[in-house]
């Protein structure tokens, strides 16, 4: 009893350094902007004005719908081309299979930063820019998959090909395979893509600054930009409270799926 008594005391103090920034941004929103900094933990008055001030000063609840919506497609849009790709590259056998899985490879080692001026250049003779559709776009078949796909390739290698044989004796064919057995028994992985692939997105900060222009179509990272005074200085509180909205959502998303993300990618690594 003692043993846990110490390790559960061990483990709450390796927290601090993890829990201490999220503690200061929340209760740091809710003080007047002479108190920001401060040595005091609590605020000696506290104020739920800045809260307001954030929907007064930008359209944060549009923002916030942008950044909901484009990260929700996507994740989908993501998952289901992860998916197939991953499952051809690991149950299909067709020529130059292997150097074209490394050719995609290649994408992760290729910085966003690269490719965001000859994208502008496209997105804006196709009538694209100051939308969604580049944000939505890039990601589900650019680079940003890339690691999606790998996840779901090592997944779908780990099953038995037992499951395949039974299979098509009962009749199945590929297509009838994939959706019947393999992609039900990808659940894990198709956890941990959903998630670092929402807060990717939901995190996406140089490519709406780039493709956006107006408050209305603007996501949340580039909205946290703009709460500043009238000299051009931050209001420290009322960007706080604005970050508070956009973290705290998520990351109680992530604590509630952390299992199913750990487990997602600890199949990953069983057989390649």
């Known amino acids: 009893m003692s043993r846990k008594v110490w390790l559960y005391g061990l483990l709450c103090l390796l927290c601090v350094p993890f829990v201490f920034p999220t503690w200061w941004m929340v209760t740091s929103s809710m003080k007047p902007i002479s108190e920001i900094f401060s ?20 359209p944060f609840g549009q923002q916030y719908w942008n950044s909901l919506y484009i990260a929700v497609v996507v994740t989908v849009g993501t998952m289901a081309v992860a998916a197939l790709a991953g499952y051809a590259f690991a149950r299909i056998r067709f020529p130059g299979q ?52 790998f996840i779901m390739r090592q997944f779908f290698i780990a099953l038995p090909p037992e499951l395949e044989e039974a299979a098509r004796m009962d009749g199945l064919g590929r297509a009838g395979i994939f959706y019947r057995i393999a992609l039900p028994l990808s659940r894990p992985a198709l956890g ?13 900060y140089l490519e709406p600054i780039v493709y956006l222009s107006t ?32 973290a705290v959502p998520i990351l109680i998303v992530f604590v ?14 069983v057989k390649g």
Not at 108 to 121: G, H, M, N, R
Not at 127 to 139: A, D, F, Q, S
Not at 257 to 267: D, N, P
């Open 215 to 246: 408050p209305d179509m603007f996501t949340l990272p580039q909205a946290l930009t703009q709460f500043v005074d009238i000299y051009g200085g931050p209001m420290w509180n009322v960007q706080l409270a604005a970050a508070t909205m956009t």
């Open 39 to 58: 040595e005091s933990l609590l605020p000696r008055e506290w104020t739920f004005s800045t809260y307001e001030t954030v929907f007064r000063m930008q």
């Open 98 to 149: 292997n150097v074209l899985f490394v050719v995609v490879l290649t994408g992760l080692l290729i910085p966003s930063e690269v490719t965001i001026v000859p994208l502008f250049q496209m997105f804006q003779s196709l009538g694209m820019t100051n939308t969604h559709w580049p944000l939505i776009i890039v990601p589900i078949f650019g680079a940003p998959c890339v690691l999606a796909i």
């Open 192 to 204: 941990a893509v959903a998630i670092f692939t929402f807060l990717h997105s939901w995190n996406l």
């Open 256 to 269: 509630v799926a952390q299992r199913q993300f750990i487990e997602g990618l600890a199949h990953t690594g």
